[in-house]
Nanobody
Framework: QVQLVESGGGLVQAGGSLRLSCAVSGSFLSTNRMGWYRQAPGKQRELVATITSGDNTNYADSVKGRFTVSRDNAKNTVYLQMNSLKPTDTAVYYC??????????????WGQGTQVTVSS
């Protein structure tokens, strides 16, 4: 069974930094795209940043220049370094990964979410 476990969320003042981690565990053959989404109260879940197995990255316009997504393939872990945080970044952040199962099929998996709160 595959699990994505996030860590690193918390409360920070505006202008501060946080680093989120998401470790993938369980039985699977390989990973492809991994990334982060977020959902603020009363809003739809939105893409924050993704990174492919070839290290191609994609960012939401709202976080470009402030957030950096990276991955450690040996540890099956994806990270999100968040700098210059704003109150508008307050949300539950979800890890997301495309994994190839033992059957050979690809599936998308989600973590349970970690709360990030930025105070003004």
């Amino acid at each position: 069974q595959v699990q994505l476990v996030e860590s690193g969320g918390g409360l920070v003042q505006a202008g501060g930094s946080l680093r989120l981690s998401c470790a993938v565990s369980g039985s699977f053959l390989s990973t492809n795209r991994m990334g982060w989404y977020r959902q603020a109260p009363g809003k739809q879940r939105e893409l924050v940043a993704t990174i492919t197995s070839g290290d191609n990255t994609n960012y939401a316009d709202s976080v470009k220049g402030r957030f950096t997504v990276s991955r450690d393939n040996a540890k099956n872990t994806v990270y999100l370094q968040m700098n210059s945080l704003k109150p508008t970044d307050t949300a539950v952040y979800y890890c997301n990964a495309d994994l190839r199962r033992l059957s050979g099929n690809w599936n998308t998996y989600w973590g349970q979410g970690t709360q990030v709160t930025v105070s003004s």
